[in-house]
């Protein structure tokens, strides 16, 4: 596909549940990131990769949170033992490097029960 | 880290009205994006200016970097305009974008 691309777009769990949720970047972008939006909030940053590495992992709020990326394309990120705070809209973006135009997916929203 | 402001928070139009909006950014950027983030969720890129300016349709986009601003002008808006509209930027020491509050945007017929 032309875009990114995230799967599920949906995803509703109960309390205690580990979850992974897809990303797809555009073809040849060598760079992908994560991001959240909570409800009514603006965008946090969760980790970067450049290809399969993870220089960036600042953003990661706990020890729940883990991501990997394969192959310098998919990558994947893990939620352990979900809380209720999981609750939100987790978007992937990815860029041809570090500093360019960085480029979204549809996103997954999440719902901990 | 770097701080991203972004007024008005809130704008009413009525159809075909022009508009500015801000992007004030606290330190030095290698970044800056302006989105639209349409009712469904999905963020649309609308310009990539770390400096200068650029037009595209209706909408152009000011970065004076030396005085860490940037400005999105949309012009004889529409009802399809409306959504948030947030400005992000990637510092010199960063890579990851930092966005800013949003200005949330309704256009009315």
């Known amino acids: 596909g032309a875009g990114v691309s995230q799967s599920p777009s949906n995803k509703v769990t109960e309390k205690g549940k580990d979850v992974e949720l897809r990303c797809d970047p555009i073809?040849?972008?060598?760079?992908l990131y994560w991001y959240r939006q909570s409800l009514g909030q603006g965008l946090e940053f969760l980790i970067y990769?450049?290809?399969?590495?993870?220089?960036?992992k600042s953003g990661l709020p706990s020890d729940r949170f883990s991501a990997e990326r394969t192959g310098g394309s998919v990558s994947t990120l893990t939620i352990q033992r979900t809380q209720q705070e999981d609750s939100a809209v987790y978007l992937c973006?990815?860029?041809?490097?570090?500093?360019?135009?960085?480029?979204f997916g549809p996103g997954t929203r999440l719902t901990v029960l | 880290g770097i701080q991203v402001e972004q007024s008005p928070p809130d704008l009413i139009l009525q159809e075909g009205a022009n508009s500015t909006l801000r992007c004030n950014f606290s330190?030095?950027?290698?970044?800056l994006q302006w989105f639209h983030q349409n009712p469904w969720g999905q963020l649309i890129n609308l310009f990539y200016?770390?400096?200068g300016t650029k037009q595209n349709g209706r909408l152009s986009a000011t970065t004076v970097a030396t005085e860490r601003y940037s400005l999105l002008y949309i012009s004889s808006s529409q009802t399809t305009d409306s959504g948030v509209y947030f400005c992000?930027?990637?510092?010199?020491?960063?890579?990851?974008?930092?966005f800013g509050g949003g200005t949330r945007l309704m256009v009315k017929p």
């Open positions: 990769f450049q290809g399969n590495s993870a220089p960036d």
């Open positions: 992000a930027v990637v510092d010199n020491a960063g890579n990851m974008l930092t």
């Open positions: 200016i770390p400096s």
């Open positions: 330190d030095s950027v290698n970044n």
């Open positions: 073809s040849g972008h060598t760079a």
């Open positions: 973006a990815s860029s041809l490097g570090q500093w360019g135009e960085q480029f």
